[in-house]
């Protein structure tokens, strides 16, 4: 509603008088401000705020008359009564010299600022006045309250007399009213004799006229409050009647708010009690109360001393409050708290030290609530600051506050929109117009330059980016638009304002005419014929219709009330207008659809129809009216109405899902008299026009029914116009913002499936429910309330000087106001499953299932039910939580809804809501089922809080087996770690529940998590196999600290079994590329295991299935006899070296160096240089790999190299994209034309290319194949090696049966099984024979081998780096390097002797192997 804004701004008196200020009164016009001191009246224009006029007394006089107290102007502001403590009341007149000016604004030569334009001056210049005292009243006792009524003044003076006097200073001839000849009584229905005051020494403390109620409220000195009315006109003792408000002992204090008919009454308690008038009895009834509230408030809520002042604004919409120990809090009519400065920032400096408050002796709103003038009563003490020169301007005790409001305020015709509007007195604040409904998608983004710089330092981004409800609750930026300077200067204040339905274009009503703003061109449109501006005063309000400006006017020149529509595209003219005179003032203004409303001060409600004409090159709108209903029986003053609206809410018994459209025709008018929302629907109960031929308006001349009070205490009302049948109940509901008492929508309800109504069932409940947030706007499809919420930031640190300590700075915190936005849909449902509507809120629920946010809605309800039946202190005799329950199971994310919550409350709640919800291990195997392993993982952590660690470990062995199964690595770790902390009793340490779904396993290993592989090739050993040392270093991540700890520990072995048991499934099943990511992910040690399951699980059983599953798993393809393999130029050797063998083979080989294969990492894009890619490769690797300058050795050797050996392959990328088999050629292009291929060479190249699988597979088969190698599985090697067609692969685990004593049942094996595949070759994969034919020679050595049946022996694998450890300086220098690497894990080097060491160790003892990963260094 009023939200504060910067800091307050200091007032600086140019007078040189010690005095400082007491009382402080605004004109009724608010253009000027009275400013009392105890000897000193001055008069000070508004804006800007200089000083006009100041009268001081004589000292002589002074003396007399005793100090000044308080102030009253006249309502036309042409005299100011004062009232001084000896009880004189001094008159003084105010004439204003003609067309003399203190002030006057200076343009620069040729500036467009034309002196010309009529009012000119006024508006611009402050006007010169004098100030003249003209009469003294003498009343012989102090006067306690001054108030203007009417034409008259009316005094309340210590001896408890009333005087009413004439503002030229004669008391009228009337005689003083004795308040003990008043009767005072309950209500007016009681006998006129009523009590009288009764007792001597009563008088009037504090008194306030309402004009609406005709009466004053009056505060005694007792303490007690009434409400004393005229029953005549004749303002006599005997004409006069009083009414108590019973329970109120205490009053200090008293403001009337003339719009809601509320007499707000201050009390020596701190809180506010507002009352209002009964209507039919004459009685005083109490609203609501304001007070602050322990739970906000904890140490000051009960310490503010009596409420010291009160002030409605202008605008009647809010309450200013402010206490004896200073203080000030704003609220909203109803009793909605917006602002309180005795918390938070305003309350606390940066370090925590408590500040005093703002004690506040008088305050007064400047004009449209744009400014609170305050005195600073602590002010009053100071003397004047040091080295105070004699013309130095003084700093003065006058604080002004700025204030900015929402659009509603004032114009209420802005409910229909979903937008949130704020004006300030120079600028608007707009959401941005983001709230996108899937009607109107728009993009509107904001240049930061656009707004002030506190703005931008503020809020992060710089840009808003509609894109529908992600940016409406991702950000609280606001969309600030400067309103145009020139309009602004003659036009002062901004009185309306109004935004269009798509939150694109803005239009603002000052003094005079109009302006509007398009937020996509950024430009302002004006009058182009300022007097035609000038000529016109809007009174109703504005708004849009579709790209027209509906408002209503006066005409000044004619005299005449108008209602003009605006094209906005054309220019501003009244030329371009189309302009329909009215015949009263119109008061409110509201457009519905094509239909604009009228309320007028006649008390009568006209309805105009609108229609677009396409005349010209301007289309223009015509208006002619429908219909006029007269209110005057049911509104006792037209100043009562705060809104007007049609709607298509109506209550009868027609509405049913068959028939949506004439639900929405069916209007009915909403108003609000002061708070009270009263509808007016059509009446249908008389014979209805059905023929054709009629005139279509003749439907809408239906004639209104008695108005139905819908509810109390309204402050706003939202409608929508929209249909959407699937959200039907979100749409037709008509939403109430109550103040303190929260919202409320009237929501209708449906029959389900078109059955008959029952006739017991309403057709609308009316459902309350609070939020934490003031609403602007509701958001009808998406379930939201937007609002916004004042928030602080603290500058005090700036400024630490001593002379500091009085800046504004240093006492105030710096305001800003910042968006929000809160679900209601929770309430909605758990308030319709109190009244057992169930029904009702499934259909509403499945309505918004598919909103984002609609999981955190079920646990909403969830969670606050819970809460507030969990800890009721009486038993609960109809607890809603099973209802609640029984609801939520409705919906799939039930078992998800029902964990969050319980995660999120504290364990002593668990119990009451496991009873509801179900036993948490039923749920668990339900999550089990559904196949949501973290939402398991979740059941688990309640498990183990509230079951035995028996049944935790037998649930979490059955997660930890699924989730192996899944190739969920991420939520395996997790177990591991639990199942350990289960069996070492460090029960305290649940695991955390994965937030992340791991990826599962058929994305590619993710072999490399801490492995840094790299090869690098030279052309002598091209035909060996990869040297492969391994170096042994400890996992990280939690899977490291379980083999750190004691691994003969009971857990490990438990945990060690169910590993081995799904490696031993997993080779069985010859699912090696799961194998190697299970390996990689959970630190497996692969080799250890491999070497015991070597003539078990690790045996291959049969070749060809084998080869067929490596095939499938790995995208492998067969492979094929090229057609023209028998005159291939490669036969004769010519590329042998450089292209064949370097090229084809290790090219996809060499990218294996250290990927991290997440499947989340983005693609190289193809365009990249060579020496990019080279770079960036080299990059990854440092940061990766323990051994980095001999990588880089390795990596720029063939850079610096381009001789014959054409060695691209070994500096390739180290992402898929770029290799080779990915078909990125563009690395080689430089190396092909040198070699000058020809067709036919290019075409066996492009084959032997094809015949390749992915790079993925080929890095991860070699791997495997290191793995299986170090491990001693030959048989596997075998698979592998032709699998990559590698004769070498084959050779050498051929050289290792020869030259150790292999087992026989190997070498027979693996006889049987190559001759299977020979056969299986022949049959069904020639391109297979190639290969085997060249292998063939070794397989016929392999027969003799088997033939001589070696007695087998321990195995010893043989390294084969030794073969080339002489040949090959450069791998010798890096292993020695690479064994002094830093890792303090590392428990063996990289060595080849270590390792076998290592392997012969790990053979012998099984129990206490070490798990490990691996840094595999290929030089």
Known sequence: MYFLSGWPKRLLCPLESLEQPLHIQTDPQRAFFAVLSPSQ?????????????????????????????????????????????????????????????????????????????????????????????????????????????????????????????????????????????????????????????????????????????????????DGRVGFITPMSSRFTAEQLHGVWAQDVIDGTCVAVNNKYRLMAFGCANGSVQVYTIDVTTGAMQFSHKLELTPKQYPDIWNKTGPVKLIKWSPDSCVVMVTWECGGLSLWSVFGAQLICTLGGDFAYRSDGTKKDPLRISSMSWGSEGYHLWVIDGSCLQNTRPEGDAKNEARQFGILQFQFIKSALTVNPCMSNQEQVLLQGEDRLYLNCGDATQAQSPRNTSVPSEHKPARERGLFSDGSLDSQGLSTLLGHRHWHVVQIHSTYLESNWPIR?????????????????????????????????????????????????????????????????????????????????????????????????????????????????????????????????????????????????????????????????????????????????????????????????????????????????????????????????????????????????????????????????????????????????????????????????????????????????????????????????????????????????????????????????????????????????????????????????????????????????????????????????????????????????????????????????????????????????????????????????????????????????????????????????????????????????KFNLTKTLSMPSGPSGKRWSKDSDCAENMYIDMMLWRHARRLLEEIKLKDLGCFAAQLGFELIGWLCKERARAARVEDFVIALKKLHKDFLWPFPVIPASSVSSPFKNGKYKTAMGEQLLKSQSADTFLNMEMETGVSNTPRSRSWLGTINSSQREIDTVSSHGPHMQDAFLSPLLSKGDECSIGSATDLTETSSMVDGDWTMVDENFSSLSLTQSELEHISLELASKGPHKSQVQLRYLLHIFMEAGCLDWCIIIGLILRESSVISQVFSIMQSSDTDGEICRNIKTGLHAVDKWASTDCPGYKPFLSIIKPQIQKLSEITEEQVQPEAFQPVNPSKVTEQANPRAEESRISSSHCTNPQSDAGNSSVSRHEEDKSRTEDEDSFQESSYDCTVS
């Open 496 to 1024: 309306f304002s109004a935004i269009d339905k798509l939150g694109q274009n803005v239009a603002v009503v000052g003094k005079f005419g109009f302006a509007h703003y398009s937020l996509l061109t950024k430009k302002w449109k004006l009058f182009g014929n300022v007097t035609q501006e000038q000529n016109m005063t809007v009174t109703g309000g504005l708004a849009w219709w579709n790209d027209f400006i509906v408002l209503a006017c006066y005409n000044l020149n004619d005299h005449q009330e108008e209602l003009r529509i605006y094209l906005r595209t054309s220019n501003l003219d009244n030329a371009f207008a189309h302009i329909t005179k009215v015949q009263a003032d119109t008061l409110l203004l509201s457009v519905f659809r094509d239909i604009v409303i009228l309320f007028r001060a006649d008390c009568s409600i006209c309805l105009y129809s609108i229609e677009r004409r396409p005349e010209g090159l301007n289309p223009t709108a015509s208006i002619q009216v429908l219909q006029e209903v007269s209110m005057s029986r049911y509104i006792p003053h037209p100043f009562l109405v705060v809104s007007v609206t049609l709607t298509s809410v109506r209550t009868e018994t027609g509405i049913s899902l068959k028939m949506p459209q004439q639900a929405c025709e069916a209007e009915s008018i909403m108003l609000n008299l002061a708070g009270q929302l009263i509808m007016l629907q059509r009446d249908r109960s008389g014979p209805q026009i059905r023929e054709k031929d009629n005139n279509p308006n003749q439907r809408k001349h239906l004639p209104f029914c008695a108005p139905v009070v819908l509810a109390q205490s309204v402050e706003n009302v939202w409608t929508t116009c929209r249909i959407n049948k699937q959200k039907r109940h979100l749409l037709e509901a008509l939403w109430l913002s109550c103040g303190g008492a929260g919202m409320k929508v009237w929501l209708p309800l449906f029959p389900r499936d078109h059955r008959k109504p029952h006739s017991f069932l309403s057709r609308r409940i009316m459902l309350p429910f609070h939020i934490n947030i003031y609403p602007l706007a509701v958001l009808f499809e998406d379930a939201l309330v937007l609002g916004a919420v004042n928030d602080t930031v603290l500058y005090d640190c700036l400024y630490t000087q001593t002379s500091a300590r009085e800046h504004l700075e240093v006492l105030f915190p710096f305001s800003i106001v910042e968006r929000t936005s809160q679900i209601y849909l929770h309430h909605i449902l758990r308030q319709l499953l109190v009244r057992n509507l169930g029904e009702q809120a499934l259909l509403l629920a499945h309505s918004c299932a598919t909103l984002p946010y609609f999981p955190h809605v079920l646990e909403l309800m969830l969670h606050e039910v819970l809460e507030e039946e969990a800890t009721s202190r009486e038993p609960i005799p109809d607890p809603l939580l099973p209802t609640v329950a029984k609801f939520i199971t409705e919906f799939p994310l039930f078992l998800q809804t029902v964990v969050h919550c319980a995660r999120k409350t504290e364990y002593a709640l668990w119990n009451y809501l496991f009873a509801a919800v179900g036993n948490p291990k039923d749920l668990f195997e339900e999550c089990l089922m559904a196949q949501d392993l973290d939402t398991a993982a979740s059941y688990l952590i309640i498990l183990q809080n509230m079951e035995v660690p028996a049944v935790s470990r037998q649930h979490a062995t059955l997660l930890f087996n699924t989730a192996l199964e899944q190739g969920k690595w991420d939520l395996c770790r997790h177990m591991i770690r639990f199942l350990k902390a289960i069996g070492s009793g460090e029960t305290e340490t649940p695991p955390a529940t994965p937030t992340t779904q791991e990826p599962s396993s058929s994305s590619g290993f993710e072999f490399f998590r801490h492995r840094s592989i790299s090869l690098s090739q030279s052309a002598e050993n091209l035909h060996n």
């Open 41 to 221: 009246l001055s008069v000070w224009y508004c804006r800007p705020s200089v000083l006009i006029v100041s009268y001081k007394e004589h000292s002589k006089s002074a003396s007399q008359f005793g100090p000044y107290e308080q102030a009253e102007w006249r309502p036309d502001s042409t005299m100011i009564a004062v009232s001084t403590a000896n009880g004189y009341i001094l008159f003084f007149e105010i004439p204003s010299a003609a067309d003399k000016y203190l002030y006057e604004p200076l343009f620069p030569k040729g500036s467009p600022h034309v002196k010309g334009t009529p009012h000119y001056k006024e508006e611009q210049c402050a006007p010169s006045l004098n100030l003249e005292m003209k009469k003294v009243l003498d009343l012989q006792a102090s006067v306690t309250s001054l108030q203007s009524m009417l034409e008259d003044l009316l005094v309340a003076t210590a001896d408890g007399f009333l005087h009413l006097i004439h503002w030229d200073g004669m008391t009228n001839g009337r005689k003083a009213i004795n308040l003990c000849t008043v009767p005072f009584s309950v209500d007016l229905q009681s006998s006129r004799a009523g009590s009288f005051l009764g007792f001597e020494n009563v008088h009037i403390r504090d008194m306030e006229y309402c004009a609406t109620l005709d009466g004053f409220a009056v505060v005694f000195n």
